[in-house]
């Protein structure tokens, strides 16, 4: 089985529910793969070394196609490869326990507290470009009046 990398496989990071009910391709190219690769070597794989188990992955690469057919952002990193949904449904952490110890501890671009409560989020969105290049953003998001919105915490 192909892997992105240790506890990721291909399969699981390009899994679409969506892209199979409408025959959409969502397969990354090398370029999407090694900005995969890269989230997931220095993002996903020392969190879960601190989690202490799986942690389920709700969405992580996106072709175009499929993004645009689940109504995400334009400029949406899944679609470059370089973001993940993750969720704390193996009950290991919670998500705000996680969404702070990546805050604290590790090297990312923009992190999304999604929707949720004060106590924990629904999901944690996160994204990895480079080193050199990662902004450690912090965002919260909201729904407001129907509509989402974004404030940085
Ligand atoms: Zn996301």
Known sequence: ??????HITLREATK???A???NINNIPNDYQTGNMVAIAINLFEPLRKWVGG????N??????????AIGGSSRSQHCQGRAMDIDDNFGHKTNAEMFEYIRKNLNYDQMIWEFGNDANPDWVHV???SKDQNRGRCL???RIDGKTQ????
């Open 140 to 142: 919260r998001a909201e």
């Open 16 to 18: 679409s529910n969506t």
């Open 150 to 153: 974004y404030r940085e915490i």
């Open 54 to 57: 799986a942690i389920r992955i």
């Open 127 to 129: 994204s990895y470009v």
């Open 20 to 22: 199979l009910r409408l």
């Open 1 to 6: 089985m192909e892997k992105i990398s240790e």
């Open 59 to 68: 969405s992580f690469y996106r072709s175009e196609k499929l993004n645009q």
